[in-house]
Each structure stands twice: as structure tokens, then as C-alpha cells.
């Protein structure tokens, strides 16, 4: 039912086809100020697209072996007339990245021994008005979970807002307390100040506050930095003055600014906060808009590349490949970064791509659309993430060196993140075919979210990963939530937890198939005729007992183990055999070839936690009956 659903789904998204526009985009020759509507008129840059409002129909084609650094916004369609995202020309796949190239230099100035950091963010005021100081003084105060805090507002002699925020009670992450600006204008690279002057009754430090999208999916809009070149706001009984630089990455009507202070401000605390003006002001900048996720690097004399190690604080700079990306926090904001290098960072790495926090597409509560041909990639976050889609195409793209970066913090701990594609909860009538995912730091596809939501007919079909620490992960936990046609299908999956990101993770999970979670209304999932050749750690790794449940429909798939092959860093990475200190959700089988390889316990679920043989898994849950243990023939990938 679910293969004839989504036959007529595809019928209906090719047919009918009436297109309105082909617009092309070259950013090499193009400028946003030429109609787009041929190659010889083509606009220039992501911006110019993502402000079009497009039409039911149009092409939006990228000019191939071309690079573009940002996120492309996905437009909506209409039945029968999708709107296209694809490519012309000749050569490579169109590539947008969500990366910054430090492979000069002049990007790097001396921190102390052996210790390297990036050039600082300098800005002039400029000649121009800015949006922003008509909503300077409208502030709002937003308290969710254990947060507790209220606003009160007066005005000074000089006729200033003056606001107070009283914490009642601090939250136990930042976000659970936001100090937040109503919403304004921005344009892409046009900066401006914020002068404010703020006290508080007790001492509190806190992150710089974030420029950001005013509604869901809440995304950056670029950086927040201090004109004193400070990484944190300190606040003391004491009148204080505080400007802060904001660079907008990209133009949009839904602009704010947010402190989020629910993990910083003590309890009882008075926060007083008066701005005073906001002024236009023009920035030099690298482009380290928010945290740094990954850095990869190609040595001097060497041709494949490798990640640098993420560290969490200076003090851990100890060895060649090291780097830190300050401030510590999840936030968007200017980034300075630091690297452990012998020698100026450039002059050591001839290839050097700092991955930052930004999806390189977004698709949030988008339709009608089809996305062919592009390539994803060196993003901190995610390659192509969205919430609530339907009726949708992606396919025959590249996904390659994605996540690493920040994305909360509990107790000071902190979490990565990083994958593929992502579905966030609603997901109808989805089809994800032919695309290639190399080096993803969680999992290369997904279908995720805690909410009531439905996910109905949504295929993954004849996708190749490769050194991914997942392939594919579900999670969907609403307790009203329906899965009505899941399909995970024809995919070949290789060396899971042999990638980058495996060394790097405190939790090496290491497997081509995870799930976890669902408790859910119903469920009907379909893992049939994939591939799976190698995992660090499991081939399949659940964190619950649905496997022996009715609602999964595990079969005809081919299992390949055999012996560990290059790594995340293009070396032999062996896993570490079972250690009796190691935790049981951390110990990673030996890996052999041979016929011994059906025995080892390469299956994991809640009611069999430290992993069975194939047997017994088949025996136990009654899946993959028909499947079987077969060599499974090697494909490569080309890296960009």
C-alpha cells in the first residue's frame, strides 16, 4: 500500500508541470541586481534566492563546480507544481557550505605556545539608518520550565525605557529564561550597534545574547559580539555601559535579539537594563558567525582529509589538531577560534574549512517542493533540516562532513549534534532517494521529535552512506502520535562509527540502524532490502522493545561484517575490544571477517542490552527472517 502510495505521489508532483520561472544562480559571474531568468543574467548569491518570494513552479538552478556559503531557505510549491532547487552547467554538483575558509594566513595571529587564533571581528560607524532603532525599546521577558521571573518597566528622567527582570527562580538551561527584542528588519551584512547600560543586585555572568529568527524553527541570523572584544556580559551591583556589535548573515523581516539568561542569573536576582541607542555600523569580518563545530584539514603533502579534535576550554590545547571555539556556549555569536598547531595553521594545513552552527537548507513548514542535484556540506549543523513537511523530493544530493557543533549544555556538559537530513516531527508523502552521506557526526537520515504529530508515507530509498555514526536514526515520542508508513528501503549503509566523529563522541553508539523512544499512538515501520556492511559497535541498536512488537516490518535485508577498514581520520581505526570498565553501552565488539561473524552480538535492544547473535535476534524478535550474511561488494565516494 505504502509503495502505490507514493507512486501516486510522485505522479503528482511531476505531472502537470508549468514553469513559471527558471531563474540561475552563478556566484562567480552573477549579480543580484540582474533579472536571474538566464545563465548570461544570473543573480549571484544565496540571499537574492532566499528573499524571492518564488511561485508555484519556478526553478531555482545552480550553476555546477560553483560554491555558495550560507543556508538556502526552501520555498514552497503547489500540487502539481513543485518548486525545483537543481543545477546547469557542467561539472561537479553546485555546493553549499556552511563553512568558513581559514586557509590563509593572514586569518591566524599568535596566542602563546604552540597556540594560534583567528583575527577578531572590527567594525566603523556607518553612514545609514538601521531598522533596529525603531524597536530598540520594546523588550519582553519569556520564562518556560523550571525558569521563574517577571518584567516591570518605568521610564528615567531622560525619558528612557528602563526594564527589571526579577528571577524568582533560575531555570537549569539558558533558554528557560530570555530577555528578548520584538521584531525587526535585517540585511545581510549590514551591522549595527547596541548601546544599553544594565546592573544587577547579585553578580551574574552571562553568554552574548543571540541575533536570531523571531518564530520557529528559530534559526541564526548572524553574530553578537562585544565592542570590547570580551566573549561574556558580566553584570555588578554597579551602573554599567555595554555596546555589542550585531551582523546580520542574511536578509529578513523577523529579526531578534535574545539574552538568554535562565541558567546565569541567581535567585532573587534584579536585573535592570535600559538601551540607550542603536546605530548603524559597518564589520570585517571572517564569518565565525556562531560555534565552531568541526575544522577539517588537509595536511601539507597529503591529499585526504581529516577533522581536528573539538575541545571544551583552553586548558585542554594539548597536542597538534586541537582546537577550541570561544565562547563555550550554544549560542550564535562571533567565534574566536583556537588551534594547537606548531606552526601558523595555514602554513600547516593547505586545506582548512571551519565548520560553523548553520544548516546549509531549511525547510520548516514547506511543501510542493523538490531539491535535485545540490550538495550539502562542512556545516557545524545540520545539511537539510526541516519540521512539518509533506509532499516533498530529495534526491540524487550529496550530504558530507556535517555537525560537531554545540547544541546544549547540562550542568555544564555539553552535547553535539549534526545530521543529514531531518524530518522534525510531521513528515506525509516525503521521498529521500539516490543521495549520498559521508562523515556525519550523528546520523546521515531521520525521522525525530517529541511531539503529537503524524509521519505517513515517508520513503528513504536507494541512499549509500559511508563512515556515518548512524545511517539512520528514529526517535518519535508524542504520546498521540501516529506513524502510518515509514519506510527505510534498498539503502546501502558502510562503516558506521568508523567516521570522524566516533572518537570524538562520549556516546559511541557506532551502528547503521538506531531507535529509541515510540511510545506512540500506532507504528508501522518497514526496514526492507538494505545493505549493511560494518558497524563499530551493533547493526542494529534499539533503545526500546518495539523490535518484538508488532508495527516493525524487519526483512529481506544482506549483513556484512568483516574486517575494520580507513577511518574517520583516513587511518585504520580497530575497535576497542570489550573492557570490563567500559559500560555496557559504550563496548564494542572485536570485528573479524569469516564465518564466525554471525556469532558475534551485533544485535541490541532494551531486553537484550549488551547485544545477541544473529540467531538468537531472529529467534527472539521474529525479524529479518529471510534475510541473510552475504559479502557485500565495496563502493567508494569521490570527497569534494
Not at 520550565?145 to 526594564?163: D, I, M, N, S, V
Not at 552480538?601 to 529471510?626: I, S
Request: with cysteine.
Amino acid at each position: 500500500m505504502s509503495i502505490l502510495r507514493n507512486a501516486l505521489f510522485i505522479l503528482a508532483l511531476l505531472a502537470s508541470h508549468v514553469w513559471a520561472t527558471e531563474y540561475y544562480v552563478d556566484a562567480v559571474n552573477g549579480s543580484d541586481e540582474n533579472e536571474g531568468t538566464s545563465p548570461k543574467t544570473a543573480w549571484q548569491s544565496l540571499d537574492k534566492v532566499n528573499q524571492t518570494e518564488l511561485q508555484p513552479g519556478d526553478k531555482v538552478l545552480f550553476c555546477r563546480g560553483q560554491i555558495w556559503r550560507g543556508t538556502l531557505k526552501i520555498h514552497s510549491g503547489e500540487e502539481g507544481n513543485p518548486v525545483v532547487f537543481s543545477s546547469y552547467g557542467t561539472g561537479q554538483k553546485p555546493r553549499i557550505q556552511g563553512s568558513v575558509d581559514l586557509s590563509s594566513p593572514d586569518c591566524w595571529l599568535p596566542a602563546g605556545e604552540n597556540l594560534w587564533k583567528t583575527k577578531s571581528d572590527s567594525y566603523a560607524m556607518a553612514d545609514r539608518e538601521t531598522p533596529f532603532a525603531q524597536t530598540m525599546s520594546q523588550w519582553h521577558l519569556y520564562c518556560e520550565g523550571e525558569g521563574k521571573a517577571e518584567l516591570k518597566t518605568a521610564t528615567t528622567k531622560k525619558g528612557q525605557r528602563a526594564y527589571r527582570a526579577l528571577c524568582n527562580e533560575k531555570g537549569v538551561s539558558s533558554n528557560q529564561i530570555q530577555f528578548t527584542n520584538s521584531p525587526f528588519e535585517i540585511a545581510a551584512g549590514q551591522g549595527f550597534l547596541l548601546k544599553f547600560r544594565a546592573r544587577a543586585s547579585k553578580p551574574f555572568t552571562t553568554s552574548m545574547p543571540a541575533l536570531m529568527q523571531y518564530r520557529a524553527p528559530w534559526g541564526s541570523y548572524g553574530s553578537v559580539t562585544s565592542a570590547d572584544k570580551s566573549d561574556v556580559l558580566s553584570f555588578s551591583p554597579q551602573w554599567q555601559e555595554y555596546s555589542l556589535i550585531y551582523l546580520p548573515d542574511q536578509t529578513a523581516q523577523d529579526g531578534r535579539t535574545t539574552f538568554f539568561i535562565g541558567d546565569s542569573i541567581p535567585d532573587g536576582c534584579a536585573w535592570d537594563f535600559i538601551p540607550i541607542e542603536a546605530k548603524a555600523v559597518d564589520v570585517t569580518t571572517l564569518g565565525l558567525t556562531a560555534d565552531v563545530g568541526n575544522v577539517i584539514v588537509i595536511e601539507n603533502g597529503q591529499k585526504t582529509k581529516k577533522a581536528l579534535f573539538k575541545r571544551w576550554s583552553l586548558d585542554e590545547l594539548k597536542q597538534q589538531g586541537d582546537f577550541f571555539s570561544s565562547p563555550f556556549s550554544p549560542h550564535s555569536g562571533a567565534r574566536t577560534l583556537y588551534v594547537y598547531s606548531k606552526k601558523n595553521p595555514a602554513e600547516t594545513y593547505s586545506f582548512l574549512e571551519a565548520a560553523i552552527r548553520q544548516h546549509t537548507a531549511e525547510m520548516t513548514d514547506q511543501s510542493w517542493f523538490i531539491v535535485d542535484g545540490l550538495a550539502f556540506g562542512y556545516t557545524g549543523a545540520h545539511g537539510i533540516k526541516g519540521a512539518d513537511v509533506h509532499d516533498a523530493i530529495i534526491r540524487n544530493c550529496d550530504f558530507f562532513w556535517i555537525g560537531g557543533s554545540h547544541l546544549y549544555s547540562e550542568d555544564g556538559v555539553p552535547t553535539r549534534y549534526g545530521n543529514g537530513i531531518e524530518f522534525w516531527c510531521g513528515a506525509k508523502n516525503n521521498l529521500v532517494e539516490n543521495n549520498r552521506f559521508w562523515q556525519v557526526y550523528d546520523t546521515a537520515m531521520t525521522n525525530q521529535g517529541p511531539d503529537d504529530c503524524l509521519v505517513e508515507n515517508m520513503v528513504w530509498r536507494g541512499n549509500v552512506t559511508w563512515l556515518c555514526e548512524q545511517s539512520y536514526e528514529t526517535w518519535l515520542s508524542g504520546k498521540q502520535t501516529v506513524v502510518d508508513g515509514l519506510v527505510f528501503e534498498n539503502n546501502v549503509c558502510y562503516d558506521s562509527g568508523f567516521g570522524w566523529s566516533h572518537e570524538q563522541r562520549p556516546d559511541k553508539r557506532g551502528t547503521p540502524m538506531l531507535s529509541y523512544g515510540f511510545d506512540v499512538k500506532s507504528l508501522k515501520i518497514t526496514y526492507r532490502n538494505n545493505k549493511f556492511c560494518r558497524a563499530a559497535n551493533t547493526m542494529l541498536w534499539f533503545g526500546n522493545n518495539r523490535v518484538e512488537e508488532p508495527g516493525w516490518d524487519i526483512d529481506y535485508n544482506v549483513y556484512w561484517q568483516g574486517a575494520s577498514r580507513a577511518g574517520g581520520n583516513d587511518e585504520v581505526m580497530s575497535p576497542k575490544k570489550q573492557d570490563s570498565k567500559t559500560p555496557a553501552s559504550n563496548q564494542e565488539p572485536t570485528l573479524s571477517g569469516g564465518d564466525d561473524q554471525q556469532e558475534q552480538k551485533l544485535f541490541r535492544w532494551k531486553n537484550a542490552y549488551m547485544g545477541v547473535d544473529f540467531k538468537e535476534y531472529q529467534q527472539r524478535t521474529g525479524c529479518d527472517a529471510h534475510s541473510r550474511w552475504e559479502e557485500i561488494p565495496e563502493t567508494e565516494f569521490e570527497d569534494y
